[in-house]
């Protein structure tokens, strides 16, 4: 892992994870504008979770993406999960996948790193986001999810594009949001485009 641009703190244990050799790193500077995002942040970051994981399963020739009730309109994204505080990476990988969608993952690739620092007035928090493809899995039909998605909505990849779009258009509360939402999503279609060019 030495080979990563981004500089990740010791508490992230990336052992047992295939890198793809076309690994997508980004730093991203994020300013929240709202209060309510600001104190939504705070009680996340470094108490409950450390980073996140990101991930984008394959169905066939489709990525399967997400939404919540609580979501505007419209809104869909590639799903994620916090890092507990001690756990590896790629153990929050596994947990978060069954919790939030059911299934055991069977062969994933490491394909971004994104790095976010977040400002808001005299405060910055550094948050890191893990994105994984997941090319293999089995559906555990005895596997209870957490309730937190909604909808799962397979998306062919031209068309993720456009779920990013939607992101983007978001005011409010939503825009911090989704601020912090639109890269890992748009990392997926960057990083799945890229590979049908080649």
Not at 139 to 162: M, N, Q
Request: hydrophobic share 35%; charged share 35%.
């Amino acid at each position: 892992m030495s080979s990563l641009k981004v500089r990740l703190p010791s508490m992230f244990d990336l052992s047992e994870i295939d890198v793809s050799r076309d690994l997508i790193e980004k730093k991203i500077d994020i300013e929240i504008e709202t209060q309510e995002f600001f104190e939504y942040v705070n009680s996340k970051i470094n108490v409950d979770r450390i980073g996140e994981v990101v991930f984008a399963v394959k169905d066939g020739d489709f990525i399967l993406l997400v939404r919540q009730d609580k979501y505007p309109q419209g809104l869909y994204r590639v799903p994620s999960g916090g890092i507990g505080i001690g756990e590896k990476v790629v153990d929050a990988l596994k947990r978060e996948v069954k919790e939030e969608l059911g299934i055991d993952v069977q062969e994933f690739s490491l394909i971004g790193v994104i790095e976010y620092n977040l400002c808001y007035k005299d405060k910055s928090y550094k948050f890191f986001s893990f994105v994984f493809l997941i090319d293999d899995y089995k559906k555990d039909s005895f596997a209870e999810t957490d309730g937190e998605i909604s909808e799962v909505l397979p998306v062919e990849v031209p068309r993720i594009k456009d779920y990013c779009d939607i992101i983007e258009q978001q005011s409010g509360f939503w825009k911090d949001w989704a601020r912090l939402r639109y890269h890992s999503t748009y990392l997926v279609y960057e990083y799945l485009t890229q590979k049908r060019i080649k």
